[in-house]
C-alpha cells in the first residue's frame, strides 16, 4: 500500500535504478580488467571522498557560494529589468538591443580580464556566474512580462486600475510561469560558470579541485568531484522547480494528466 | 441627445497597420436608451468589436465620438463590465477571487464585497464552485463567472463581445435564457455582440444590423416580442419573420447567398 503512493514509487524506483547501475558499473570494471586511471568503479570513488572528505567539503562550499551568490544577482537584477524592458517603449529600444548584443559576446572569454582586474578573489566568479544566468532570465522575463492576453488586459483597464495594482494583481502573476522557465535554465547554467570562472582564476573550490585532480591523473578523484558537481546543479534545479510548485499550483506544468494507464 | 445613455456619433476607426491603414468601422452613428438590450450583429471583420471596445474608451476613435451617460469618452471607462470571447480569468485565481478581482483592482477591500460575489455566484449556480480554479471548470461554468466578474461592481452598461460563441450549443442555448434572466433582474443597459441572428432576436429589444468591412450600419430592427422569450415565443411566427428580415439584409450585401 505504501508503494502505491506516486512519489514514493517513483523515488524508490529512482534509487533502485541508480543502485543497480552503480553495482553494474563496479562489476563490469571488475571483469574487464579496466585500469583505474581510465574509469574508476564506484567503489574507489567513494574512497575518495572519505580520504580527502574535509576538503571536498570546504571546496563544495566556496562552489556553492559562488553559484548561489552569482545566480541571487541574475534574479535579483534580471527579473526588474525585464519588467521594465518589457513595459517601456523607451527601455526597449535603449536596453534591449544591448542585451541582446552582449549576449552574444562569449561571456567566457572574459573570464581572464576579470581575474586581470580583480584578481583571485570571490568576486569575478560571481560576475561569471551572473552574466551566464542572467540571459535566460531577462529574455524569458521578457517574454513573460508581455505575455498577458489582451481580453484580461482591456478587463483590467476598464477597471481604472493603475500601473502598480495592475503590475501585482495581474501582471506579475500572470508572468511566473514563463518566469519559472528562466529561472530553470538559468540553473542549469549556473553551477558550468562557477566551474570554469574557477578554471581560468581559482585557488579554491570544485573547479579549481578538478582542475588539479584531472592534471595528476586522479582520475577517481575527478569523477567523484564531477558527480558532487552534478549533485549541485540538480539540487540548485530542484530547488527551483519546489518553488515552483509552491508558487505557482494552478498552472499547466504543474498538472499530471489524470489519465488511466 | 441627453436622453439617450449611450452615443455614438459619426464613429470612424481606422487601424494603422504594417501594410497601410485599415478601414475598420464607420462612419456610425447609434443612440442607446438607459435600460435597452442592444444586439449588434454582424459578418467577421465588420467591426462590431471594435464599436464595442471604442464605447468602452479602450480603443481610440479616428474621427466622431461617443458619449456615454452624458459624458464624453476619453480613455478607459470604469462605469463599464465587459465580457469577452474567453472568459480571460485569471488562473492563478479561485472563482470567487476571480470575480472579486474586478472590485480589488479599483482599490475595494475585497472582503466588503465578498457577499455580493456569492450571491451572484450563487444566481449563475456558481456558488459550490467558488474555490475551484479556473482550470476546473468547464468553458460554460468559466463563462458565467466572467458574467458576475463583470456585474460585481453594479456597472450601468455591460458590454459583451460575442460572450457565447466558444461554448457548445446546449451551454449556449442555457446560457442564453440565464442571461436574459439576470438582465430582466438587473435593469442594465446592454450592449451584445453576436454572429447569430437568432440569438440576437431572443435577446435584443433593437439589433443593430452590420455589413461587410467596413463597418457601416444596414439596419436597426425593433424587436417587439414579450418577455421573457420563452420556446414558445422563440417558435411564433413573428419571430422568425425578423431573423428572416434581419437574413434579408445580409442576402443583399452579399454576406449570405441564397
Redesign the interface.
Known amino acids: 500500500m505504501f508503494w502505491r503512493h506516486r512519489w514514493v514509487a517513483l523515488g524508490g524506483a529512482t534509487a533502485m535504478g541508480v543502485i543497480v547501475f552503480l553495482l553494474l558499473w563496479e562489476l563490469i570494471l571488475n571483469v574487464l580488467h579496466v585500469p583505474r586511471y581510465v574509469l574508476p568503479p564506484p567503489s574507489a570513488i567513494f574512497r575518495q571522498f572519505q580520504r580527502h572528505f574535509s576538503l571536498i567539503w570546504r571546496y563544495t562550499l566556496v562552489t556553492e557560494a559562488e553559484v548561489l551568490v552569482g545566480y541571487a544577482v541574475a534574479i535579483a537584477l534580471g527579473v526588474p529589468l525585464a519588467a521594465f524592458i518589457a513595459f517601456s517603449k523607451f527601455l526597449e529600444r535603449t536596453l534591449y538591443p544591448s542585451t541582446v548584443a552582449l549576449e552574444m559576446v562569449p561571456k567566457i572569454a572574459f573570464a581572464p580580464l576579470f581575474v586581470t582586474w580583480f584578481g583571485f578573489s570571490f568576486l569575478p566568479k560571481i560576475i561569471i556566474v551572473m552574466l551566464i544566468t542572467f540571459f535566460p532570465i531577462i529574455l524569458n522575463g521578457i517574454l513573460a512580462f508581455r505575455s498577458l492576453i489582451p481580453e484580461l488586459f482591456y478587463f483590467s483597464r476598464s477597471t481604472g486600475a493603475g500601473p502598480w495594482m495592475m503590475f501585482w494583481k495581474v501582471r506579475a502573476p500572470a508572468a511566473l510561469p514563463q518566469l519559472f522557465v528562466g529561472l530553470k535554465i538559468a540553473a542549469t547554467n549556473a553551477a558550468v560558470g562557477a566551474v570554469i570562472a574557477e578554471w581560468i582564476g581559482g585557488d579554491a573550490g570544485l573547479g579549481y579541485y578538478l582542475q588539479i585532480s584531472a592534471g595528476n591523473m586522479w582520475t577517481d578523484l575527478s569523477f567523484g568531484i564531477i558527480v558532487l558537481l552534478s549533485v549541485l546543479g540538480l539540487a540548485l534545479y530542484y530547488a527551483v522547480s519546489v518553488a515552483e510548485r509552491k508558487l505557482i499550483p494552478w498552472h499547466v506544468s504543474q498538472r499530471v494528466l489524470q489519465a488511466r494507464s | 441627445m441627453s436622453d439617450f445613455f449611450i452615443a455614438v456619433e459619426d464613429v470612424t476607426k481606422v487601424y494603422a497597420t504594417k501594410a497601410g491603414p485599415v478601414h475598420a468601422l464607420g462612419p456610425v452613428n447609434l443612440s442607446v436608451r438607459s435600460g435597452d438590450f442592444v444586439a449588434i450583429v454582424g459578418p467577421s471583420g465588420c467591426g462590431k468589436s471594435t464599436l464595442l ?1 471604442l464605447v ?3 480603443l481610440e476613435c479616428s474621427a466622431g465620438r461617443v458619449v456615454l451617460g452624458g459624458v464624453e469618452v476619453r480613455g ?3 462605469d ?3 465580457v ?3 472568459p ?1 480569468l ?3 485565481r479561485d472563482v470567487l477571487g476571480n470575480v472579486l ?2 472590485v ?4 475595494h477591500k475585497a472582503r466588503t464585497f465578498e457577499p455580493r460575489a456569492r450571491e451572484l455566484l450563487d444566481s449563475v449556480g456558481l456558488r459550490e464552485f467558488e474555490h475551484r ?1 479556473p ?1 476546473e471548470l468547464s468553458g460554460g461554468m468559466q463563462q458565467r463567472a466572467a458574467f458576475c ?1 463583470a456585474l460585481i461592481h453594479d456597472p450601468p452598461l455591460v458590454l459583451m463581445d460575442e460572450p457565447l460563441g466558444a461554448l457548445d450549443a446546449l451551454t449556449r442555448e442555457q446560457l442564453r435564457t440565464d442571461l436574459e434572466r439576470l438582465w430582466m433582474n438587473t435593469g442594465k443597459t446592454v450592449l451584445f455582440v453576436t454572429h447569430s441572428i437568432t440569438e440576437s432576436v431572443q435577446l435584443a429589444d433593437y439589433v443593430v444590423v452590420m455589413g461587410p468591412r467596413p463597418g457601416l450600419i444596414e439596419q436597426v430592427v425593433r424587436i417587439e416580442l414579450p418577455r421573457p422569450r420563452t420556446i414558445e415565443v422563440r417558435e411564433a411566427p413573428q419571430f422568425h419573420r425578423y431573423v428572416h428580415d434581419i437574413t434579408e439584409v445580409f442576402l443583399r450585401r452579399g454576406v449570405l447567398t441564397r
Open positions: 471596445l468602452a474608451g479602450l478607459p471607462r470604469t463599464v463590465g465587459i469577452f470571447q474567453t480571460a485569471a488562473d492563478w478581482l474586478q480589488e483592482l479599483r482599490g480554479f482550470f466578474r
